[in-house]
């Protein structure tokens, strides 16, 4: 009966193990370490191989404003917006400054330059005649000078030693001499070169209708661009070749003067190579219809004209023979 009162007593014990689990979140904060540290690096090289330019550039971009940025507006170093671009003009030390390019003091510039390089070519040429016993010999026949146009070379006549055959283009031997050891050296400028010949004023017995001293100046200046070629002057240097005759004499108060035959090599500079290739682009629609002329096709009437065709040209009389001995 007294084991029966005895109460139960049950002693519950907590079982002792690990720890609880705590999941994964620590996993995803080191993913975002390791991502963020890939990235600075990942900058850090983009910023040793990017050039000093780029930099700036990418500087000037984070100070712009927003506004400024999307729409359109000026640069950092350009005040012209309404609205300023924020921060300093990369190129500049101090403050914002719009740079402002002279260009006439730029042109002025490259001009000088051309010339200084134009006279240490004349300078060579007259060191390449004092050192050589061939054309050292030809030195008064030779003329150097600086002009508007650029270096002028002229091989001139004398009384008894003609650069060219009587009334012709054929040259003398010592004359290709002179051009050829010319054109070597004028491979050292990129300046393109014109050459035009010249005569005296004795004329042919048939006058201007026949071969006169026009073809004879153009014929002798193109048999001239022959021998400079020949020498080792590049052919796209040559930008005009011309025949003037008598029409620009050396000696204007003697116009038989045997130094008005010569061949004037022009070294141009870039104001005349400029003004010949813009001259050239403006008559190009004038040489389309006069092309179109020469081809039978009808140019465009001008207002009040008839519109039709030129009539052909009568063809050229045969070459006459000078009407003096000494015509060169």
């Not at 729409?71 to 101090?94: F, H, L, W, Y």
């Not at 050589?132 to 150097?144: D, E, S, V």
């Not at 389309?288 to 081809?295: M, Q, R, T």
């Amino acid at each position: 009966m007294a084991d029966k009162e005895k109460s139960v007593i049950i002693v519950r014990r907590p079982k002792k193990g690990g720890h609880g689990h705590h999941g994964g979140a620590w996993k995803i904060a080191y993913a975002d370490f390791v991502t963020a540290m890939m990235a600075f690096f990942l900058l850090m090289w983009l910023l040793s191989s990017t050039s000093k330019a780029k930099l700036e550039g990418i500087a000037e971009y984070f100070k712009t404003p927003m506004k400024v940025a999307m729409n359109g507006g000026s640069s950092t170093s350009e005040r012209t917006s309404v609205i300023k671009g924020g921060g300093a003009d990369p190129m500049q030390k101090i403050g914002e400054v719009r740079k402002v390019v002279d260009l006439d003091s730029v042109k002025s510039e490259i001009e000088k330059r051309e010339k200084a390089q134009l006279e240490a070519l004349k300078q060579r040429i007259e060191a390449a005649i004092d050192a050589n016993p061939l054309l050292k010999q030809f030195k008064k026949q030779l003329l150097l000078d600086i002009t508007a146009e650029g270096l002028r070379i002229q091989i001139v006549d004398e009384q008894n030693r003609p650069m060219f055959g009587v009334a012709s283009a054929s040259l003398q031997p010592y004359t290709r001499d002179i051009l050829r050891e010319i054109g070597r050296m004028l491979n050292d400028v990129p300046n393109r070169v014109g050459l035009s010949g010249h005569t005296d004023s004795a004329v042919y017995a048939s006058g201007e209708r026949g071969y006169s001293n026009w073809e004879l100046s153009a014929d002798r200046a193109n048999a001239s661009r022959r021998e400079l070629v020949q020498g080792g002057m590049q052919e796209a240097k040559v930008l005009r070749v011309v025949g003037l005759s008598s029409a620009v004499p050396l000696d204007k108060a003697d116009p038989n003067n045997p130094t008005n035959r010569r061949i004037s090599i022009i070294v141009m500079n870039k104001r005349t190579e400029e003004s010949i290739i813009g001259e050239d682009a403006k008559k190009e629609v004038d040489s389309a219809a006069a092309a179109g002329e020469a081809l039978g096709v009808a140019a465009p009437s001008a207002p009040g004209g008839s519109g039709a065709p030129a009539a052909p040209a009568a063809p050229a009389a045969p070459a006459a023979p000078a009407t003096k001995e000494s015509k060169q």
